[in-house]
């Protein structure tokens, strides 16, 4: 069982940053996949970046150049740095683990943080 707190969101005024964190009850290091997902009002739930553990970070990308996803497995946590926020940034923000060692087929989902951006 893998437990994951998002914390940092908030309401951001257009260009502003915010930096989101992760943290995991598991050792982020025996989980393959540490990612974010957000999901806008009226939206379906979509990939913002992934960071595995092997090094790869793709990105939307709708989010290239602004966001940069990281790991510190010392601290079992996954940051989200976003920049130059933009209004369409707007969501509730989801931490997603999978591929943790011991139920690797399980989507580990947290509770979702909210980001406002506003124009």
């Known amino acids: 069982q893998v437990q994951l707190v998002e914390s940092g969101g908030g309401l951001v005024q257009a260009g502003g940053s915010l930096r989101l964190s992760c943290a995991a009850t598991a050792s982020i290091d025996t989980i393959n996949i540490m990612g974010w997902y957000r999901q806008a009002p009226g939206k379906q739930r979509e990939l913002v970046a992934t960071?595995?553990?092997?090094?790869?970070?793709p990105y939307a990308d709708s989010v290239k150049g602004r966001f940069t996803i990281s790991r510190d497995n010392a601290k079992n946590t996954v940051y989200l740095q976003m920049n130059s926020l933009k209004p369409e940034d707007t969501a509730v923000y989801y931490c997603?683990?999978?591929?943790?060692?011991?139920?690797?087929?399980?989507?580990?989902w947290g509770q979702g943080i909210q980001v406002t951006v506003s124009s």
């Open positions: 997603c683990a999978r591929g943790y060692y011991i139920s690797p087929s399980t989507d580990y």
């Open positions: 960071a595995t553990r092997g090094g790869s970070t």
